[in-house]
């Protein structure tokens, strides 16, 4: 069985930085997709940011504030949030598009998310 689990979140004043962390766990798998998602108090869930072999994409809210990267050999995931706004605020999940060894199928996990709040 694959988790995965986001670490990093905090409260941050309007302007500060954070970096969360995502480490996918596990034996016999690959993972192709990591990304990560956000959820703001009554609104729905939004992806943020997306990284596989060779493409990156941002939300465009984010874009030339917020960083994704990943180190294969670690199975991690990481998102380094720059200039941030209150409007950031929400609880950031941790997606991989995981795949064991043995099967020929492509499974989303979700992590249990991380709390980030900007103060203004």
């Known amino acids: 069985q694959v988790q995965v689990v986001e670490s990093g979140g905090g409260l941050v004043q309007a302007g500060g930085s954070l970096r969360l962390s995502c480490i996918a766990s596990g034996s016999g798998f690959s993972i192709n997709v990591m990304g990560w998602y956000r959820q703001a108090p009554g609104k729905q869930r939004e992806s943020v940011a997306a990284i596989s072999d060779g493409s990156v994409n941002y939300a465009d809210s984010v874009k030339g504030r917020f960083t994704i990267s990943r180190d294969n050999g670690k199975n991690m995931l990481y998102l380094q949030m720059n200039s941030l706004k209150p409007e950031d605020t929400g609880v950031y999940y941790c997606?991989?598009?995981?795949?064991?060894?043995?099967?020929?199928?492509?499974?989303?996990?979700w992590g249990q998310g991380t709390q980030v709040t900007v103060s203004s």
């Open positions: 997606k991989c598009k995981v795949r064991r060894w043995s099967s020929s199928f492509w499974n989303d996990v």
